[in-house]
């Protein structure tokens, strides 16, 4: 795995865990809509690995090619 797919796949890894503890935050400052705010988080976290995923596919298939100039 070249410096380019890690550098995705770690960014994937950090936007996931920012996202976890945004979330753990809002759940703890107002916990009387945890059970509420929970599931958006998780959804949230989803789209978040969802989005980075293009990225790293990119990267990953420039990498088996071979290819220098991407």
Known sequence: ???RTLAEAC???AS???TYLI???A???YPQ???AIWPIGLVAMA???GFGFKPFLISW???RSGRRDA
């Open 16 to 18: 996931a865990i920012v």
């Open 11 to 13: 960014y994937m890894v």
């Open 1 to 3: 795995m070249s410096a």
């Open 23 to 25: 979330t753990a935050t």
């Open 27 to 29: 759940a703890w400052g």
């Open 61 to 63: 298939r420039i990498d």
């Open 47 to 49: 789209f978040v690995i």
């Open 33 to 35: 809509g945890a059970a």
